[in-house]
């Protein structure tokens, strides 16, 4: 598996622009199944976050989050492997996909999807010392309970951080992806400590843009 960047100066352009292979890897513990890489600019460097299995490990009960950093400041790398990012509060021994960062009240968070004593698959949050060192449990803030969220599978994954004036809101995915019913969730942060699910609001839909 590889990991690849397109740059281009334009949306549009990405279409055309080379894909240039800025990480390959054969690890007998991670060099298989490559997933969702994200790319994240943090204390001057770029970060990519993304999920990997066990070499021939048959899908998917080996996917981990690792994490690359740069040499600099140039997204195009070069990047070297700095950490893989589990704790013991995930179940299945680490599972963990679909990695976003977020930044709130000068702390810094990683997002994810995974388990935590048995329950369904949710978006769980953790603290980091850094971009690639998780400081403390994994705890759930939102879990698939309603109807739009449990159609062709009991899901929440893709979590990603969007911060607006001066809001912040965690956008995510909801029940299976191999079905129509897959959709769009959205969790908005009303405040106090974002490790506990309190201080997400109740999850709400997000319907299609009209065309």
Not at 96 to 114: E, F, K, P, R, T
Not at 149 to 160: D, K, R, S
Request: aromatic share 10%; with cysteine; charged share 10%.
């Amino acid at each position: 598996n590889i990991l690849g960047i397109r740059k281009s100066p334009t949306l549009a352009g990405l279409a055309t622009a080379p894909n240039v292979q800025v990480w390959s890897d054969t690890t007998a513990s991670r060099g298989d199944n490559f997933w969702a890489p994200e790319l994240h600019f943090l204390n001057g460097r770029w970060y990519i976050y993304y999920s990997a299995a066990q070499v021939g490990a048959p899908c998917c009960d080996t996917q981990r989050t690792h994490v690359l950093e740069s040499a600099g400041s140039d997204p195009m790398g070069p990047y070297s492997y700095r950490n893989i990012l589990t704790h013991s509060s995930l179940a299945l021994n680490g599972w963990l996909i679909d990695v976003s960062v977020l930044q709130l009240n000068g702390s810094l968070y990683v997002l994810g999807s995974g388990f935590i004593s048995g329950s369904t698959q949710s978006l769980v949050i953790a603290p980091l010392s850094n971009p690639f060192t998780v400081a403390g449990g994994f705890s759930v803030i939102s879990s698939p309970t309603f109807s739009w969220e449990t159609q062709n599978g009991t899901v929440n994954e893709g979590p990603v951080a969007l911060q607006h004036n001066g809001q912040t809101f965690i956008i995510y995915s909801a029940s299976g992806c191999n079905g129509p019913n897959y959709k769009l969730g959205r969790l908005t942060y009303t405040g106090g400590n974002p490790l506990s699910a309190s201080p997400w609001s109740t999850p709400s839909w997000v319907p299609p843009s009209p065309r």
